[in-house]
């Protein structure tokens, strides 16, 4: 008995299902085509900017070009850095406050633009809360100088033995009120009750007046002035870190020489805006921390007068807490600032 019914069409099925895998092959194929979503994974996909709040040439400058040509090394990306200089570092910040928090747009910035400025200007951001602290670069400290051509001091003792001899007599100069500079140089005043005073410039005219001999000290970061100091041009009397630096071992710190508890100098840092994905935080803090301690550039930043400062992002956060706390006390007890 023969089955009258249709038999299975088998060659139109396979067809079929033959067809349909080619069309997903080929919505597959398309797909690949297509750009790979930008995402963390493969943070830098362009070229990154570093932001300088200050201009060229300065400390802040000096560290963030020797990291940023090691970081376009290790990530395959340029790292660019743009000076945007201008109201004690507060313009350069606010434009990294305010970019996208992409990971392209980051700043290298000190102590004065994240930790006193708060204080000493009225703000129309919070840098403690809206930028993120990526990685501590470098501690610097300040260090005391004198001009040997215009003065016969040959130690911080003969310094203050002058001072003492002639109250009122001795001016300090500093690259500005509220600057880490001339803060220095109050504390140094109020831990011995020296009569000393301040005259507050813009920048390297500070420098320029010591030199001429138009003031007699000034704390200057160890960077700005090794070049100097190395030339003859200026004398380090001491150093304003609790430990000696490593790139001035035989210069006492400030509180070896009788100004106990003395600590005050400046230290750098990658930040990023707020926002900014924490995996691309976390491959910027890892590379900074792999950068300045690699043995050329541990070196070149000891050589310069910059210790370098590998850690968590979280230790640097802490840190600036601290910082910013400290130097709200000083400023107000300084005068820098009101109490209102």
């Known amino acids: 008995m023969h089955d009258h019914r249709r038999p299975t069409t088998l060659p139109g099925r396979l067809a079929a299902r033959a067809a349909a895998i080619l069309t997903a092959c080929a919505a597959l194929a398309s797909t690949a085509l297509l750009p790979a979503p930008a995402h963390a994974g493969s943070y830098p996909e362009q ?3 570093i ?13 963030a070009r020797l990291v940023a040509d090691h970081m376009s090394k290790k990530l395959g990306q340029s790292f660019i850095i743009e000076n945007k200089p201008g109201a004690g570092g507060n313009i350069g910040t606010a434009y990294v406050v305010n970019a996208k928090p992409d990971g392209y747009t980051l700043i290298i910035d000190s102590v004065g633009p994240i930790a006193i400025n708060p204080t000493l200007h ?5 840098p403690l809360t809206d930028l993120v602290a990526v990685a501590e670069i470098a501690d610097v400290p300040n260090v005391l100088v004198v001009a040997p051509a215009h003065s016969k ?3 911080i003792d003969d310094l203050v033995a002058q001072i003492k001899k002639a109250p009122g007599k001795y001016n300090y100069s500093s690259t500005g009120v509220g600057t880490s500079s001339h803060l220095s140089g109050y504390l140094m005043g109020k831990l011995q009750n020296l009569q000393i005073t301040h005259i507050p410039y813009k920048g390297a005219e500070a ?14 970061t160890i960077p700005s002035v090794h070049a100097l100091i190395e030339a003859g041009k200026l004398k380090p009397l001491a150093v304003s870190s609790p430990k000696r630096s490593r790139s001035m071992p035989d210069i006492p710190t400030m509180d070896e020489a009788g100004f106990k508890g003395f600590r005050a100098g400046s230290w750098f840092g990658m930040f ?6 924490q995996e691309i935080v976390d ?8 950068i300045i301690q690699m043995p050329d550039v541990s070196k070149q930043m000891i050589q310069q007068g910059a210790d370098p400062m590998p850690g968590s992002s979280e230790q640097f956060r802490d840190f600036i807490k601290e910082e910013h706390d ?5 400023l107000i007890e300084s005068g820098a600032v009101s109490q209102s």
Request: a positive charge; charged letters at 25%.
């Open 122 to 126: 009225k703000l129309p951001y919070d």
């Open 207 to 220: 420098l320029n007046d010591l030199l001429a001999g138009r003031v007699q000290f000034m704390f200057a």
């Open 47 to 49: 070229p990154v900017r």
């Open 153 to 155: 001091v040959k130690s």
């Open 51 to 63: 932001i300088v709040a200050f201009s060229a040439g300065g400390t802040t400058d000096i560290l």
């Open 326 to 330: 400290r130097w709200k006390e000083i």
């Open 283 to 290: 491959t910027l803090r890892e590379t900074v921390n792999e």
């Open 272 to 277: 990023a805006p707020k926002g900014t994905p």
